[in-house]
């Protein structure tokens, strides 16, 4: 049988972009083998869905680069029957590629229309063990916690106490720390122990950051 355009392009993803970026599970690279990026993001962004940096959407969110994405997914280890919040879910492709590891995902973004749109991608594919759901990037989703892992997905200032204890122990969140003016951002993971967190810095990342995660002005007077 005949690959489509897009079957090529998203192996050529794999072989060209993912492997070569030290990612070596096989159930991370068969994720991004089996999920579709060309149906999260427009029409008009379809040709370019596999390029290797990150693709605007519309919404104002950004679809992460796929080596990025792929080395913070491999860093969380995630295992089959775990329970993940992924926080800044865009279109949903970063959550439909944790569907495909975890037991369950409940991705969070903040505006109703993107809520809607994710959502229905997801089950457009199949995917039935993701929700997304509305909420404050920052506040997480507590009700559905503790979370084995959380990915953020995109760059953050500052990482909020309040998501970093929907950890559950020993937790791993994973997410792209930007300081203000930082020339770039350094993939990190957050590991729960007892009632801290430690960070470890994984890799040099440049992604755009997260508006809710910035830190807020200082008013002096």
């Not at 897009?6 to 070596?24: G, N």
Request: charged share 20%; hydrophobic share 45%.
């Amino acid at each position: 049988m005949n690959q489509s355009p897009f079957e090529i392009a998203r192996k050529m993803m794999v072989d060209c972009q993912i492997r070569p970026s030290k990612v070596t599970d096989q159930n991370v690279l068969d994720a991004f083998l089996t999920v579709p990026r060309e149906a999260f993001v427009s029409k008009h962004q379809q040709a370019v869905a596999y390029i290797d940096e990150d693709l605007p959407l519309s919404n104002g969110r950004n679809l992460m680069e796929p080596m990025v994405l792929a080395r913070l997914v491999q860093a969380l280890e995630i295992r089959a029957g775990d329970n993940v919040l992924v926080v800044g879910a865009a279109s949903g492709y970063g959550s439909a590629i944790i569907a495909h590891l975890a037991g369950s995902v409940i991705a969070v973004e903040t505006r109703a229309q993107t809520v809607e749109k994710a959502q229905d991608t997801l089950v457009a594919h199949g995917i039935d063990n993701a929700a997304v759901v509305k909420s404050r990037l920052v506040d997480g989703y507590a009700d559905e916690g503790p979370y084995d892992q959380i990915l953020v997905e995109g760059g953050v200032e500052t990482m909020p106490n309040s998501l970093l204890q929907q950890l559950a122990p020993k937790g791993r969140l994973a997410a792209v720390y930007r300081p203000h003016d930082a020339p770039i951002g350094v993939a990190s993971l957050w590991t729960r122990s007892g009632n801290g967190f430690t960070r470890k810095a994984l890799f040099d990342a440049c992604v755009p950051n997260l508006d809710e995660f910035n830190k807020k002005p200082e008013f002096t007077f």
